[in-house]
């Protein structure tokens, strides 16, 4: 039997840009253990059948399916969520999104929108930190809603429900304090779409027409039918969208428009208020 530490220096992943913490997570899950355990006891050595996993999971790596894949699970904010092949990946980047939210509305009650939820992570992450909010999770993908709905299951969140919509089809006459969104923005002629974890993404998730807008406009144009006098959209967009996402925002009557950038200092997230609605606007749902 192979050591833990002679099966790491072992490990080839060319081509990943995180080869040796790629290889800790998979030895790590293939002996059920956390990756602490891998430095904790270099010497310790593998069972057969845990290498033999290690070994099946190091070949999906090389062929480039993304680690969280893989093992079924991502992180994200302080939450460990399942993940699947029919939903996006969770970002660090998406983190600045719930950041934002947050930082806009004091901890008391309102209702928020996470508009196409994937694995739930965004209204997850809000639930969490908002117990006091109503969160409501939708996406149009049937497969994606039970996905959130585990996951709601798992972290044991009374605050949040998950439901199938596409965008904003299935919530006539709901409003909300809050409207979030991480929606598809990829062009579709972008080459990114044939490199790295992307490659095994849907495509429904990630790619928005030919200048990676078109959600994010119909998103935007949907809004006022949906947000409480006074409430904000939030979106992230790409990293050189911050212009035009601005635009939009300011073209439907949004104000307070603004953009945050990412810890790579791209604007990765725009925001605006909608203010001037209807009196005949529900104030409290």
């Excluded at 996905?147 to 409003?175: C, D, I, M």
């Excluded at 006098?229 to 603004?258: C, I, K, N, S, T």
């Amino acid at each position: 039997m192979a050591s833990i530490q002679s099966l790491l220096q072992n490990a080839e992943l060319p081509g990943s840009p995180s080869a040796r913490l790629d290889a800790e997570w998979l030895l790590a899950a293939a002996l059920g253990k956390p990756a602490t355990y891998l430095r904790t006891w270099p010497e310790r050595e593998v069972p057969a059948e845990c290498a033999e996993r290690f070994a099946g999971m190091l070949a999906r790596r090389r062929q480039g399916e993304p680690v969280a894949y893989i093992l079924g699970r991502q992180g994200f904010w302080s939450l460990d969520l399942e993940v699947a092949p029919h939903t996006l990946i969770p970002r660090p980047d998406t983190e600045l999104l719930v950041e934002t939210a947050l930082a806009l509305l004091p901890d008391e009650a309102a209702r928020a929108l996470d508009l196409g939820t994937g694995t739930g992570a965004i209204a997850l992450a809000l639930a969490c930190e908002r117990p006091s909010w109503q969160v409501v999770g939708v996406d149009r993908i049937a497969e994606a809603v039970a996905l959130a709905e585990r996951n709601r299951l798992r972290l044991r969140l009374g605050n949040v429900a998950f439901s199938q919509s596409h965008w904003y089809q299935a919530l006539a006459g709901q409003r909300f304090s809050l409207i979030v969104s991480n929606p598809p923005y990829i062009a579709a002629s972008d080459p990114h779409l044939g490199e790295g974890d992307v490659r095994f993404e849907p495509p429904s998730a990630l790619v928005a027409g030919a200048d990676g807008l078109d959600d994010i406009r119909s998103i935007i144009g949907g809004a006022a039918q949906h947000l409480l006098p006074g409430g904000w959209l939030l979106l992230e967009h790409g990293y050189d969208q911050g212009d035009a996402v601005r635009a939009l925002l300011q073209g439907a009557g949004f104000v307070e428009v603004r953009s945050c950038r990412d810890l790579g200092g791209h604007e990765r997230v725009s925001l605006g208020r909608l203010i001037g609605q209807p009196s005949e606007a529900p104030h409290a749902q």
